[in-house]
Nanobody, 126 residues
Framework: QVQLVESGGGSVQAGGSLRLSCVAS????????VAWFRRAPGKEREGVAA????????SYADSVRGRFTISRNNAKTTVDLQMNSLKPEDTGMYYC???????????????????WGQGTQVTVSS
């Protein structure tokens, strides 16, 4: 079992920044895929970024590459998502998810993730 708790959501104007944090407990943190997904109103859930906590190898959705950065702190068992140059289309509920690693490069496929947090809301106004 892995417990995940997100924090750091909020409201910001377009062009601004937010930093989300996910605290994980209950497993060997250094051997996990941890990912951020989001769901906007009326849209499908979308994988945003993922990281293999053991190696630090990360994956990004094309829509956020170059603007978002995922990082991990194995000592604090946290995975952060730094979001810069935010756009209104980044608005949504952001969820942290984790699973056991299946490959060296983490996937952004929600079907692969077993554990989910409760989510934190991000709102970007134009």
């Amino acid at each position: 079992q892995v417990q995940l708790v997100e924090s750091g959501g909020g409201s910001v104007q377009a062009g601004g920044s937010l930093r989300l944090s996910c605290v994980a407990s209950g497993s060997i943190f250094s051997q996990l895929w941890v990912a951020w997904f989001r769901r906007a109103p009326g849209k499908e859930r979308e994988g945003v970024a993922a990281i293999y906590t053991g190696s630090g190898i990360a994956s990004y959705a094309d829509s956020v590459r170059g603007r978002f950065t995922i990082s991990r702190n194995n000592a604090k068992t946290t995975v952060d998502l730094q979001m810069n140059s935010l756009k209104p289309e980044d608005t949504g509920m952001y969820y942290c998810a984790s699973t056991w690693p299946r490959a060296a490069v983490p996937l952004l496929d929600a079907e692969k993730y077993n554990y989910w947090g409760q989510g934190t809301q991000v709102t970007v106004s134009s």
